[in-house]
């Protein structure tokens, strides 16, 4: 639910100039692209979250259907964004609350919020660590499914090479058989005109 916060600031830049309503200024400068680091691959995932999270938002409160969000739709946005938040941060208070108010008089004294800051802290590591093993074994995952594929492709290549080879043996023995008929032929040929020619002969000594 982080994410609510970051959005709520967005909306509130919405209502500056560079926001307003038809869209971005066309002279706004681009950002400079970042240097890549070894943490791009998971600011590529968080910025894809965030933009598929926008687009909900957007396919949500654009009611004109424009594709984007102009003035009363930004401040409905807004609205539902802040009233989000205000349920969160309640139910947020309501769990803290059941974890860690052990005298149960709905208050947490210093012992009670300093154990709930080392437990949280805690959770918030180990939730973090649990995410960055998912988009790793994803990762994993896709390169697996690559290397996969390229041996699938590797394979039917090599598969196409062999059937190739083997229609070119038998076309080749195909030509040789019929090559061999052929000469098998013309010498059976040959041999029947010397044949009618040497008994032509013997006619005529006769």
Known sequence: ??????????ITLLGTPCFAEGGDRGDAKPDKPERP?????E???????????MRRLIDRFDMNR???????????LRRHLEAEEQAKRERERR????????????????????????EEAERARREEAERRARREGAGDAEERERRAREARERKAREGG???????E???RAERERRDGD???????EAREREARQRRARAGRSR
Request: net charge negative; with cysteine.
């Open 1 to 10: 639910m982080k994410r609510l916060v970051g959005l709520c600031a967005l």
């Open 37 to 41: 680091d070894k943490r791009d691959d």
């Open 43 to 53: 600011r590529k995932g968080r910025e894809a979250d965030d933009e598929a999270e």
């Open 66 to 76: 424009d594709g984007k969000l102009d003035r009363e739709e930004r401040e409905h």
């Open 95 to 118: 769990r803290l609350l059941e974890l860690y108010d052990e005298d149960g008089d709905g208050k947490l004294d210093a012992r009670e919020m300093a154990r709930a800051r080392r």
């Open 161 to 167: 090479a062999d059937e190739r080879a083997e229609r």
């Open 169 to 171: 043996r038998r076309e």
């Open 182 to 188: 052929g000469r098998e032929a013309r010498a059976r």
